[in-house]
DNA sequence: GCTGAGTAACTTTTT
DNA sequence: GTTACTCAGC
């Protein structure tokens, strides 16, 4: 907010522009770092510009060095560059480098951020334009939920037909295509049964009245702002002589008209992007705003930064072949100067389990160097899947063999205010040292200990050598705070004693120091459970009666979230238990004590880089999505594709490609083929690996179906490890591959000999039995799949190969 | 009004 | 299988 000092200011203007002259004589050493097509994107400052810049082709530092490039030749000072990007973490990190870049902390870049925090600035002073006052709050995606609620229960709808929820997503849909109330398109009005058009207007006028914006608004008004107001875009089209945006693949419609309406008077605006990368397509991203650049921008200089700096020769080629299946494509072709290196590696699995369990053993593998590669560190491997409910399976396993991991991009929750001062209380019970935790809480609720009180606190404290909890104690008796605050300190801390000694009542803290008679487990002491302890915490403090009597559009929303809270406790034995596991969540940005285990999606992978990655789940269904492909078809397809790409191309040196047969899908077994993308990985680069329950032994049985068990004979017992590989589908089609080109596995003749006795080997009416589905019937032959009705599993289509004759096993 | 049971739905996610 | 959300019953 203090920044807009920087505008209006006709002398601040005419100042930079003499220093800029000051600034010309500067050397640029950094262009000599950069090779020929990023210095060409450089280079080229005036005019449009669009450097389509692929995976790992250093398109930060082009980035960076041209914002260092503009200032060092004096084309612009600080403040009058625009530089948007999407995420905070972006930002920041565009910010490091060239401050680093520079040689010294960067003053006043005060428009690199995100398309929203820059919107938020400029809506703030140009708030009354569209009826808001400066001081508007926006609201998160539950506060707009909420809302809409209201909204649609108030208007008298079954909001179990109509959830607010869809609503929800037609609104944000709207509004990152910049559609206003007025102008929702006939096309779209029958939305949300007809009613979706005036519930937009009613909600928009409703943020007005509560000053408050949603995210899209941000955007929104500024397009408005910019559209009915001349004067005022001329004054930042103006200001921001030299425009720059990261990731523009990912630009909406609202953000595309933003960025246009201010480059269109000098058209000094320089997109970044890969149109291969555009994974954001179901949030309103379109592809299309940089595939038109050219057309937006006539004349504009294209530069493609090509050289891979990341990847070896045999990761791009993979993630080549797959890209290519699509056709709206700008087109590049990654090259690097790199040594071959593995080949990218393929592996099919008989269920999710195994597949986990086979990725959990190759890490270790890989980490202790017996894979003949270099050895690994665990930091250097990543798992990165397609939806965020497989990640499951692996923190299963992981946990099982002690093999440390973490989860990037997990939920958010446990960022939020309530939450993090919930979590405050209990660590200051579970903890009484923990002064963070005292210093969050000590006055919220209000307690009438205001800075001068807890200044006071901190002396006694630390001049004793005491825990601010027992430095408040003290300060209390020697009567250094006084009055009201007095009373309230002192409650607060009785209450956490005595909320300590509810704990040990149950679970007896571990570190036993300074246990005195008071805190000691009085006789009598109310034995209650850690849940039952953390409402009483929260409602003994006065901390739920804070948002209660809270009147804020938020405070339902926070009392929401502490509830989830607690019932968050449930599923741990105690509150220490619960703790820990919460620090480790908090902790994965920043607490990197030992190497882990990277698990995360693959949208949240994308501009991360990791020396071996596993990509596990290529089935189809999973990988392609089915819904991605039933909503959004071929476009659709082609979004997942980039998603193999973005997946692929995040590899250094190892990429391992995986997938099981079965899968257990909401509580469902589920057979699959492998992932259409596995097609398309070119053969020369890829290396199919054996299956370890190849080797006959009981292992790769043991997990199947507790039918099995018993009673059966070691020759069918054999058979059905080998049936878990060597049927699976997934299998079969690598063996089919393999048979058309010289280069076959060791076991093709075998393997292919059993897939021939499976095909022929059914008939309609025959009893079979499945490993997950049991026996069954066979009703109906669809070319390789088979129709059966299972006794218990219901009607399934299956593939042949999974199925035996039901007299194979014997009862 | 709150708890318990039953049911429906169930990608991807930043701001 | 899990979770979140709704409805019925206390």
């Not at 009915?228 to 909406?252: A, K």
């Not at 300590?500 to 000691?520: F, L, Y």
Request: charged share 25%; with cysteine; hydrophobic share 40%.
């Amino acid at each position: 907010m203090s920044t807009f000092d920087d505008f209006d200011d006709v002398g601040a203007f005419e100042a930079a522009s003499l220093s800029s002259r000051a600034m010309a004589a500067r050397p640029t050493p950094y262009l000599d770092e950069l090779n020929p097509a990023q210095r060409a994107a450089v280079e080229a400052m005036d005019g449009p510009v669009l450097m389509l810049a692929g995976a790992g082709t250093g398109k930060t530092k082009a980035l960076t060095s041209r914002i260092v490039h503009m200032l060092m030749t004096g084309r612009a000072r600080p403040p009058e560059i625009l530089a948007v990007t999407f995420t905070n973490k972006a930002a920041r990190e565009m910010k490091e480098r060239v401050a680093r870049m520079l040689g010294q902390p960067i003053e006043g870049m005060p428009w690199l951020g995100t398309f929203h925090s820059i919107c938020v600035k400029l809506l703030r002073r140009h708030a009354e334009l569209v009826g808001l006052k400066s001081n508007f709050t926006i609201l998160d995606t539950d506060d707009q939920l909420r809302l809409l609620k209201q909204l649609v229960q108030a208007a008298g709808i079954d909001d179990k037909r109509w959830p607010a929820r869809q609503l929800a997503g037609i609104i944000d849909d709207w509004k990152n295509r910049a559609i206003t109330p007025e102008r929702v398109p006939t096309a779209d009005a029958g939305a949300y049964n007809h009613k979706a058009p005036r519930l937009y207007a009613e909600y928009q006028t409703r943020l007005r009245e509560l000053n408050a914006v949603d995210f899209g608004d941000l955007l929104l008004h500024m397009v408005t702002i910019f559209q009915q107001h001349p004067d005022v875009l001329e004054q930042y089209q103006r200001w921001f002589r030299f425009i720059l945006v990261d990731e523009y693949q990912d630009t909406n419609v609202a953000q595309y008209l933003w960025l246009r309406l201010l480059a269109s008077a000098h058209k000094n605006i320089c997109c970044v992007g890969d149109d291969d990368q555009s994974i954001y397509g179901w949030r309103g991203a379109e592809v299309g705003n940089i595939l038109r650049f050219e057309k937006d921008f006539p004349g504009a200089h294209v530069v493609r930064l090509e050289q891979n700096y990341r990847s070896t020769p045999h990761i791009l080629a993979a993630a080549s072949g797959v890209i290519r299946g699509n056709s709206d494509r700008l087109g590049k072709e990654l090259w690097t100067e790199a040594q071959d290196g593995e080949k990218v590696r393929l592996i099919g699995h008989w269920d999710g389990e195994e597949e986990a369990r086979w990725i959990g053993e190759e890490i270790e593998a890989i980490q202790r160097g017996t894979r003949g590669m270099r050895p690994y560190t665990l930091d250097d491997m990543a798992i990165l899947v397609r939806a965020s409910h497989q990640m499951r399976a692996f923190e299963d396993r992981f946990l099982t063999i002690g093999l440390p991991y973490k989860v990037i991009g997990g939920p958010r929750f446990y960022e939020r205010l309530e939450i993090r001062d919930a979590m405050a209380y209990f660590r200051l019970v579970v903890s009484p040292d923990d002064d963070l935790a005292f210093e969050r809480i000590v006055n919220t609720p209000k307690r009438g200990l205001g800075d001068k009180a807890q200044q006071t606190i901190q002396r006694i404290a630390r001049a004793n050598g005491v825990s601010l909890v027992d430095g408040a104690a003290l300060a209390v008796e020697m009567g250094e705070i006084k009055g009201k605050g007095a009373k309230a300190l002192a409650q607060l801390v009785t209450d956490l004693a005595r909320w300590r000694r509810m704990t040990r009542a149950v679970v007896p803290v571990q570190s036993d120091d300074i246990i005195d008679d008071e805190t000691r487990p009085m006789e009598g002491s109310p034995e209650v459970s850690h849940i039952e302890l953390a409402q009483i915490i929260l409602d003994e403090s006065g901390y739920t009666e804070m948002w209660q009597n809270d009147k804020t559009p938020e405070a339902p929303g926070r009392l929401e979230n502490l509830k989830e809270l607690v019932k968050a406790l449930e599923s741990f034995e105690n509150l220490q238990g619960f703790l820990e596991h919460v620090a480790l969540i908090m902790d994965n940005d920043k607490g990197d004590e030992g190497a882990k285990v990277s698990i995360m999606t693959l949208h949240a992978a994308k501009g991360l880089e990791f020396p071996v990655v596993f990509l596990p789940g290529w089935e189809d269904g999973l990988f392609p999505s089915q819904r991605s492909m039933d909503e959004s078809g071929l476009k659709g397809l082609e979004e997942e594709r980039r998603l193999a790409y973005v997946g692929i191309t995040r590899a250094e040196e190892v990429c391992t490609i995986s997938f099981a047969g079965n899968r257990r899908i909401f509580g469902q077994w589920q057979s699959a083929l492998p992932s259409r993308f596995i097609d398309e990985l070119p053969e020369e680069h890829v290396e199919v690996l054996t299956p370890p329950g190849l080797y006959g032994g009981g292992y790769g049985a043991a997990g199947m179906g507790g039918g099995m068990s018993g009673g059966m004979s070691s020759g069918v017992e054999a058979r059905a490890a080998e049936a878990n590989v060597y049927n699976s589908p997934g299998w079969k089609r690598l063996q089919e591959r393999s048979q058309q080109r010289p280069i076959s596995q060791p076991r093709e003749s075998r393997a292919s000999a059993i897939d021939l006795e499976a095909v022929s080997s059914f008939t309609m009416g025959e009893r079979v039995f499945h490993q997950k589905f049991g026996y069954g019937a066979i009703i109906g032959i669809e070319g390789d799949k088979l129709e059966v009705a299972f006794e218990k599993a219901g009607t399934k289509k299956v593939v042949a190969r999974f199925l035996s004759a039901s007299d194979d096993i014997p009862f």
